[in-house]
């Protein structure tokens, strides 16, 4: 099963992006290193191109493209997103997340098809594991209806997708659904593929924080399904 990805979706009209993208646009590839991105494309496995920007030159630099800009409304964020992530190279992305991180909570139930389309745009673990942790996770607690999408997402054959629903509640500490998260890495413990099997045992040690018992209890009944990876994972700090 694959999850239909929007054909969009569109990218709204935003005099907000349309200022952040002009000023993005003008400073980003002015403090790009062709040397250092290099590296970073190697580290990347190649994935994407790099302006060879260190993160926390990015994010200086990111706090002074923001200054003086109003709060965004979800159009606003779904056009910077969406907007960034038609440019290739990485530090756009990683400005997008970061907004959308800091914003989350002014985008409604309607912006998951947005999250869907940048989960899957040049996927990687550095921008899609943030995501899901951070957006569509913030998403779905703000709107428990939302679960039943991340039940169609963990069944996904695009393992980033399926990758964000087991990492969708990481944040989320006492409030987390452990039927549903211990399904879930059921449902994908069969799977030989590095990142599910790591994502399984990083929100099992995540939750462990909140009910090591429960994990604990969880990973000894299911030993025999779970990889060792994913059970060295998830007892790790146990």
């Not at 970061?98 to 673990?125: E, I, N, Q």
């Not at 924080?209 to 998830?234: C, I």
Request: charged share 25%; net charge negative; proline share 6%.
């Amino acid at each position: 099963m694959t999850t239909a990805v929007p054909a969009g979706p569109a990218v709204p009209e935003s005099a907000l992006a349309d200022s952040v993208l002009a000023r993005l646009t003008e400073v980003f590839p002015a403090a790009g290193d062709p040397f250092r991105a290099q590296e970073m494309v190697a580290y990347m496995k190649g994935v994407v191109p790099f302006l060879g920007i260190r993160t926390p030159e990015r994010r200086a630099l990111s706090r002074t493209v923001l200054d003086d800009t109003p709060r965004p409304g979800e159009d606003d964020c779904a056009a910077v997103a969406l907007r960034c992530f038609a440019l290739p190279e990485r530090e756009y992305h990683y400005f997008a997340v970061d907004y959308l991180r800091r914003h989350v909570t002014r985008c409604s139930s309607a912006f998951l098809p947005v999250t869907l389309r940048l989960v899957t745009t040049d996927s990687w673990w550095d921008t899609v594991d943030l995501l899901a942790a951070h957006v569509v996770g913030g998403l779905v607690r703000a709107d428990p209806a939302l679960a039943a999408r991340m039940d169609e997402w963990i069944e996904d054959e695009d393992l980033w997708v399926a990758r964000t629903a087991l990492l969708h509640q990481l944040t989320y500490k006492s409030a987390t659904d452990t039927e549903r998260l211990f399904a879930y890495c059921l449902r994908r413990s069969g799977d030989t593929d590095f990142f599910l099997r790591k994502a399984i045992g990083w929100s099992l040690r995540a939750y462990a924080r909140t009910g090591p018992d429960e994990v604990r209890a969880f990973v000894e009944e299911n030993r025999a399904r779970l990889s060792p990876l994913s059970a060295r994972e998830a007892l790790k700090h146990l």
